[in-house]
């Protein structure tokens, strides 16, 4: 497995796909995530969102004049869509876009949850899905779906796991840590000690009045016990290092709405775009 940090050097990053633990510099599909100056990339089919259309624009004609943003309303499911064209989306809900179209950018939001890409360079699939802890599981989903409609092999898939909350931030209670431990393995729950992590007010302010025995969530390990299990090879598998509640250059639903009532919650974090296409 590769580890890396991403640099904040503009509006935006890119990044490559890794294959035996080397970067497909070119003649593949890159991967990249917005950042938090850029501005909300929030998606609704009934809201409008100027700054987030102008950027993506800009990121796509950067690379062709003919690429298409394809948007897709996130529900925090398992549900991944393959497109042929950008209208294929349109009106649709749901967490993953999978295509074999090199002039589409596959777009889905986050903020805290994992963003993970995906590229075979035989069959040419390549996309992401929004990976939140309701649908962690969904890359197994998207894969399967490039296997049976375009011949992917799962054991060449390149995949690249973005930015997301990390366990140093990710602090969840008895019953999520128990539906993950059954579910994913005991590898991605930890046991969390108050008193060795209690400079880290970002992870414990939500639960800090509970009482409830506590606990670090791992969305990275749960993951990857996922693409083991299903035959991706680590050599092919890209990992960022970067926790966005630790880190703002990144936006955060934990992070930026802490203390706020949850029905304006909503309103007080940024969302960032996560895309992956020929740029």
């Known amino acids: 497995m590769t580890h890396f940090s991403i640099a904040c050097s503009k509006k935006y990053a890119l990044s490559p796909f890794y294959k035996g633990n080397k970067p497909l510099a070119c003649n593949a599909p890159l991967w990249g995530m917005t950042f938090r100056k850029a501005g909300s990339m929030r998606f609704r089919w009934n809201e409008a969102n100027s700054t987030r259309d102008a950027l993506l624009s800009e990121i796509a004609s950067a690379a062709s004049p003919a690429l298409t943003p394809v ?64 649908g962690t599981g969904i890359i197994k989903n998207a894969l399967e779906l490039a296997r049976q409609n375009y011949g992917t092999r799962i054991e060449n898939v390149c ?73 991706v090879r680590d050599e092919n598998i890209a990992i960022t290092d970067d926790c966005t509640c630790c880190n ?13 009532c949850e029905a304006e919650k909503w309103k007080h974090f940024t969302v960032q775009a996560a895309f992956c296409g020929w740029m």
């Not at 497109?83 to 939001?109: A, Y």
């Not at 729950?189 to 970002?202: K, Q």
């Not at 703002?248 to 706020?260: K, N």
């Open 71 to 134: 948007p897709l309303e996130l529900i925090h499911s398992t549900i991944v869509y393959d497109v042929s064209v950008p209208e294929d989306t349109f009106t649709m809900q749901g967490d993953g876009i999978l295509t074999i179209n090199k002039l589409l950018l596959p777009t889905v939001t986050v903020a805290d949850c994992m963003p993970i890409f995906f590229y075979e360079e035989e069959s040419g699939a390549f996309g992401l899905v929004h990976s939140g802890w309701k």
């Open 159 to 231: 995949v690249a796991l973005g930015p997301h909350i990390r366990s140093c931030c990710y602090i969840v209670d008895e019953t999520r840590a128990a539906y993950f431990k059954n579910t994913f393995g005991e590898s991605c729950i930890v046991a969390y000690d108050e008193d060795e992590r209690a400079e880290n007010t970002r992870a414990r302010i939500q639960w800090n009045n509970s009482g409830e025995k506590l606990y670090s969530l791992s969305l990275e390990r749960a993951n990857l016990a996922v693409l083991e299990k299903i035959g």
């Open 248 to 260: 703002d250059i990144f936006g955060s639903f934990r992070r930026e709405s802490a203390g706020i």
